[in-house]
């Protein structure tokens, strides 16, 4: 019987032993044993991944020979790296590494650059420029995304330096815009005075009362809904966390309403007609125009939006005395260090601090202060002292 190449008899066994760098770099494993069936196995399912890792070292030899910042984006996003990534954040990856793609850096498009080529200080201007041109979040999350790329390079032989993990960014302000009880109820009013609203409604109510994000509830399906246990369970589509809600009287009560008027028995809340023979979930931008004609119809502030929701969600729960891990099992956070900051700057966190500290209500017992003589003059008085 003739042996594949890299298996041999040895002893009273056999031994399969592939290439040395392929061992050494943790591809294969060597075997040896008395069963050839068990090291021809070995041998079987080693070649298959010898020839897989030969393919990617050629590919990352020729792409580094190439040295073109296209090259590696273009691998990165084939990556698993890349594709196991949720739909909604492999969008934005591939948005922000394609934005900067015609920006001419050292006198050629950026894409087109030579990876060997490249510096900090050519990547802190190509930020700068975007900068300038866009806004400050917009440019900072490109950064990041090129960092992400980049350190992948690094890993798989692309390259050897990030000159994006030296780039100084700055962040924007942070939103902080908060939904009032009466915003929420005039809005939930006005939507369900329409039926062409009504949809838009429901998923304004779910959003406000589950705290989650507005991608994960444009896609509810009947089937994360259980109306006898009164529980929603939502896998969200940024980290993957599963978190079962339950769902209020008045919630309860919408959704059992819909389940009987409403014909679709796959989405909670599609868009109010079918798009040619099926329903279909509203997208992001659909939804925030019909959300802008219920808000502006309503009377509300223009400076409200769907988004903020999850933030007065999570707000209101911290303020009506629920810990860190209690917010995160609403939230979905996986670290404590992600959901801090919606601790800091509450009304009631900062009363119960002063509570806490046991700062006097009065600190003076007559509070009436003393009038100012007419004609007082501060100047003249301050000198008189001196």
């Known amino acids: 019987m003739k042996l594949p190449f890299y298996v041999r008899p040895d002893g009273d066994g056999f031994y399969y032993c592939p290439p040395e760098k392929a061992v050494q770099a943790g591809v294969v494993k060597r075997k040896w044993s008395k069963d050839l069936q068990e090291v021809l ?89 975007a900068v300038q041109e866009g806004s400050l979040e917009v440019a900072h999350k ?52 329409k039926w062409e609203w009504r949809n838009a409604g429901i998923l304004f109510y779910c959003l406000y009362e589950w705290g989650q994000r507005v991608s994960d509830i444009l896609k509810l399906k009947w089937s994360q809904i259980d109306l006898q246990e009164r529980t929603v369970t939502i896998t969200q589509s940024k980290r993957g966390a599963t978190v079962k809600l339950p769902i209020s009287d008045g919630l309860h009560s919408v959704l059992e309403q819909q389940w009987k008027d409403f014909p679709c028995r796959h989405l909670v809340a599609p868009r109010m007609r079918r798009v040619g023979a099926e329903w279909k979930a509203y997208n992001v931008l659909y939804i925030n125009n019909i959300f802008h004609k219920i808000a502006e119809a309503a009377k509300l502030p223009k400076d409200l939006q769907l988004r903020d929701l999850r933030r007065t969600a999570i707000t209101e729960t911290i303020e009506n005395g629920a810990d860190m891990l209690t917010v995160m099992m609403l939230s979905g956070h996986r670290s404590i260090a992600s959901v801090s900051p919606y601790f800091v700057h509450t009304l009631k966190g900062s009363t119960k601090a002063q509570e806490i500290r046991q700062f006097p209500s009065q600190l003076i017992e007559d509070t009436k202060l003393g009038v100012p003589r007419f004609g007082f003059n501060r100047r003249a008085e301050h000198e008189s002292v001196n």
Request: net charge positive; aromatic share 12%.
């Open 41 to 129: 196995k070995a041998a079987e399912h080693g070649a298959g991944r010898i020839e897989e890792w030969r393919k990617a070292r050629d590919e990352a030899k020729k792409t580094k020979k190439e040295g073109r910042v296209g090259s590696l984006i273009g691998n990165y996003m084939l990556s698993s790296d890349y594709t196991t990534l949720a739909n909604i954040t492999k969008l934005a990856y591939k948005q922000g590494l394609m934005s900067w793609s015609n920006r001419r850096i050292g006198g050629v498009e950026f894409h087109n650059a030579k990876v060997e080529h490249l510096s900090v200080p050519m990547c802190q201007r190509l930020y700068e420029q």
């Open 142 to 193: 490109t950064v990041v995304y090129y960092r992400v790329a980049f350190n992948w390079g690094i890993r798989h032989g692309y390259c050897t330096f990030n000159p994006f993990s030296h780039v100084r960014t700055k962040r924007g302000k942070s939103r902080k815009v908060m939904w009032e009880r009466r915003h929420v109820m005039a809005f939930l009013n006005t939507a369900f005075s």
